[in-house]
């Protein structure tokens, strides 16, 4: 699809003031970069270019996401860089990104009324967020959204409950090959932005294109080992692309591309479903999917949050899966699903305190993928997780950190254990070294007082 149908016409800007130091071109548009942060394979960018005899690469800082309550520092910095890796990009095809800041609702037909713009293009969101947005900006512009942020769109597969039945769905599709970058950009001179950011720690985090593909050549070469390691917490093996996939600086286009194999090309169905959840289902961001679910009532003890929060919870795989969120703003997958089982389940606290604690953390903090995560986890989601599985802290660790590396390296406090007692600092004998805790809850008993607990609920 290249022009989506599900772009709003509305007032059209063409025709206002052109500001008389720009250069004078036949046509104008608008390529507004939200969460495609690349020149590569962005349909967005390639239908403004076709579109107008000149683009004007747009990014909005919006205030309200980036000092919101689910902003997070590290994910700024990150946004900065690949701002400044974009422009870049963009420069070497003759171009340059213009960034300017406030509510999109208004910067965006401004500076369209400023450079005459007919038309904006822009890659489609699927959250509430941005739904509303670019619904707004639609009243006001001519936007044209289009694909590349997943790789089926949600009216392909539609509506379906459970994710078997979507992955057969998609994985019948076809699948879109990625697009080239443009030969070049023609900008307007004279357009002014705020330059991006680019302090020289933002360089040091590897938010490009180039960046991003490097490390998916890598995982590329490794990729037949996905399925029997990506779930190992010592052994490094899965992509680590989410944060690229997160702000695009590459399209899952290009990396199931690149990448074969059946177990990988999965992990990115379930991402785009997870999009398609909220797509379908926009009430249930911040609430539990299962209607009959919401009323479920939850613990609230902020020491016990505290203590999963910091690491300190006497249950090294849990601390370490925190310790490791809060220094590298990452975690694995398996890290995820172990450390939010212990919070919804072995303590009983809010899902959604966790899920805004992951989103204010990671890197690749995302509310479709983190929403889903979560809900499937606390058993409350659509296809979730039945809420008699209990993830048990020292079976996962024994199971998937046999030796103990990865959580001797987040958890220094119990590095001298041997490979038996590791998971279980308490069964050492003499109990769990100094400076380290004793388990906040004895898993068993927190197991069952959960069972119970969503029984009593299903009742
Ligand atoms: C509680 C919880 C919260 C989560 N929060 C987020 C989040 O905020 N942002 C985020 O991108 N992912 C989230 N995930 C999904 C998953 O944990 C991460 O995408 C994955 O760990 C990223 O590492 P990777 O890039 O090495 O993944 P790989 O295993 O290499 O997978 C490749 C890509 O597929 C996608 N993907 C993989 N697994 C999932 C999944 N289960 N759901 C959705 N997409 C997936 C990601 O984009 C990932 O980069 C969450 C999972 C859980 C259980």
């Known amino acids: 699809m290249t022009t989506s149908g599900l772009s709003r016409r509305a007032r059209s800007a063409a025709g206002g003031a052109m500001v008389d130091h720009l250069v004078m071109h036949s046509s104008v548009a ?15 960018l390639l239908a403004a270019l076709a579109s107008a005899g000149a683009v004007v690469p747009l990014f909005v800082r919006d205030p309200s996401i980036l000092g919101g309550s689910r902003a997070s520092d590290r994910r700024n910095a990150w946004l900065e860089a690949a701002l400044a890796s974009l422009d870049a990009d963009l420069r070497t095809l003759g171009g340059r990104l213009v960034v300017r800041e406030g509510d999109p609702r208004e910067v965006v037909p401004e500076l369209a009324r400023e450079v005459g713009a007919s038309m904006v293009h822009a890659q ?46 998609f994985a019948a599709g076809p699948l879109r090959a990625p697009l080239p970058a443009p030969d070049r950009v023609v900008a307007p001179d004279g357009v ?25 050549h890598a995982f590329a070469a490794r990729a037949d080992r996905y399925a029997t390691d990506r779930d190992r917490l010592d052994v490094d093996g899965s992509s680590r692309l989410s944060v690229h996939l997160h702000f695009g600086t590459v399209s899952p286009a ?59 919870t006497g249950y090294p795989v849990v601390d370490a899966a ?49 929403a889903m995560g979560w809900q499937w986890v606390a058993g409350v989601g659509t296809d979730a997780a039945p809420y008699f ?3 048990n802290p020292v079976l996962q660790g024994r199971r998937f ?15 001298e254990l041997p490979a038996a007692h590791v998971h279980a600092p308490w069964q050492a004998p003499g109990g769990p ?12 008993q927190a197991r069952a007082r959960a069972i119970a607990r969503y029984l009593g609920r299903e009742r």
């Open 30 to 44: 608008v390529a507004w970069f939200r969460r495609d942060l690349r020149v590569v394979d962005n349909p967005a």
């Open 124 to 169: 489609r969101d699927y959250t509430p967020f941005a739904r509303s947005r670019d619904a707004a900006v639609a009243d006001a512009v001519d936007l044209r959204l289009h694909q590349g942020l997943l790789l089926a769109e949600p009216e392909e597969i539609g509506d379906v409950k459970v994710f078997a039945a979507f992955h057969r769905r």
């Open 192 to 216: 002014a932005g705020i330059p991006p950011d680019t302090a020289p720690a933002a360089g040091a985090l590897e938010a490009s294109t180039a960046a991003a593909l490097a490390r998916l």
């Open 254 to 312: 290009m990396v199931a591309a690149e990448v074969e194999d059946d177990a990988f090309r999965r992990q990115l169905a379930w991402r785009d479903w997870a999009h398609h959840l909220v797509w379908w289902r926009p009430e249930a961001v911040g609430a539990a999917w299962r209607e009959d679910l919401r009323d479920l009532r939850w613990d609230d003890d902020p020491a016990l949050f505290s203590a999963w929060a910091e690491g300190r």
């Open 322 to 370: 925190m310790r490791q969120l809060a220094a590298e703003g990452f975690m694995p997958n398996r890290a995820r699903m172990i450390a939010a089982s212990f919070l919804a389940k072995d303590l009983f606290l809010d899902w959604r305190e966790g899920e805004r604690h992951f989103l204010r953390q990671l890197l690749d903090g995302d509310v479709a993928a983190n």
């Open 389 to 391: 599985r209990v993830f």
């Open 401 to 415: 950190d046999p030796a103990g590396t990865w959580v001797r390296r987040w958890v220094p406090e119990i590095a």
């Open 433 to 444: 070294p100094r400076g380290y805790p004793p388990p906040i809850v004895d898993h068993a």
